[in-house]
């Protein structure tokens, strides 16, 4: 069974464009704060400030609409992680109802160099706790 974290947001007037909704490119924004919570959360007890996580690549599926006031929970968890690179997975609800369904490929960098650092096993087990 995969570790899913939860995040809530509330859709704030900010959040809204011209067609009253929340914008695309705001579930960009949250994807990203979710992303950086999460790991702050996994690596509270642990600190890995050697690392940097860029983003590489986004696959976002916009499902339903959110609108003013909305209050919005956010899963994520982490898929497959090889390489330099982890997958993480991103669910925004309203209720019980999908709205955005996201897949990110993050790659990690060393925090000085900012070059590709190989996950080794000491951040795999954050990524992935053992049972």
Do not use: C
């Amino acid at each position: 069974m995969k570790d899913i974290f939860e995040l809530g947001i509330v859709v704030n007037l900010e959040d809204i464009d011209v067609l009253n909704h929340v914008n695309n490119v705001v579930y960009v924004k949250w994807m990203d704060k979710v992303a950086f919570e999460h790991w702050a959360f996994l690596t509270r007890n642990n600190p890995l400030p050697q690392f940097i996580w860029v983003v590489l690549r986004h696959e976002i599926d916009y499902i339903k609409q959110a609108v003013l006031g909305d209050k919005i929970t956010v899963k994520t968890w982490v898929g497959e992680t090889k390489g330099f690179k982890s997958e993480r997975y991103m669910e925004f609800y309203k209720n019980n109802d999908v709205l955005v369904k996201a897949k990110t490929i993050w790659g990690m960098l060393d925090a000085e160099t900012y070059k590709p650092s190989r996950i080794r096993e000491n951040v795999l087990n954050v990524l992935h706790p053992p049972k």
